[in-house]
C-alpha cells in the first residue's frame, strides 16, 4: 500500500484495546474500585531488593480528599495490602518492635531498595530507601517504615484478596 493509499484509505485505524489490567501491571491513570470507593491512581512506586521487585500504588479517593496506598506483590502467591500513612515517630536503626495504637509489631524484614516512581511518584525515581516491614502478634495488621532521606515514613496497613479490586484501565 503506497503512501497516498494509507492517506486517503476509507479504512480507519482501530485503537488498540486496552490492556486487561490486574494488581501487577496497574497504570497511573487507572481507576481503582475497592470498598465500594473509586480511587485515580496518581502514583507508582517499583522498589527492588536485589532480584526482588514489589510495588506501591497510590489511589486518590474521587473528590480528592482521602489518599491510601495499594501494595503488590508476588511471592508465592499475589500478596495485597492497603496503606495508610500515619504519624509515628521510628528511627534508624529500626527497633524489633514498634508500638502503635495500643498494639506490639515486630519487626519481620529489613533491607535496601532502589525505586522507580511514575505519577506523582517521579520525584523517587533512582533514591533508594531503607525499609523494614513489620506484624502484628496475629499477622493481621502491619506496619511498613521507609528512610527517604532524613525522613521516616510508617504505614498502617492489611491484607486483602484480589476479588476486592476492581481495575479500569484508563490508558492503553
Known sequence: MGLFSK????KKQEKP??????ALNIQVGDI???DLRDYEVVGKITYRDGSYEWLSYQLLEEGGHNTIWLAAEMDDELELGIYKRVQLPVST???KK???DNTAYYKE??????VLGEGRSSNLQGMETHYADYTDENEESFLSVESWGTEVEV???YAI???ELKIIAGSF
Not at 492517506?7 to 476509507?10: D, K, V
Not at 524484614?109 to 532502589?114: D, F, P, S, Y
Open 93 to 95: 536503626p529500626y527497633p
Open 161 to 163: 484478596e484480589p476479588y
Open 109 to 114: 524484614e529489613e533491607g535496601t531498595a532502589r
Open 7 to 10: 492517506l486517503f484509505s476509507s
Open 155 to 157: 504505614s498502617v496497613g
Open 32 to 34: 481503582i474500585t475497592y
Open 98 to 100: 514498634v508500638i502503635y
Open 17 to 22: 484495546a486496552p490492556k486487561e489490567r490486574n
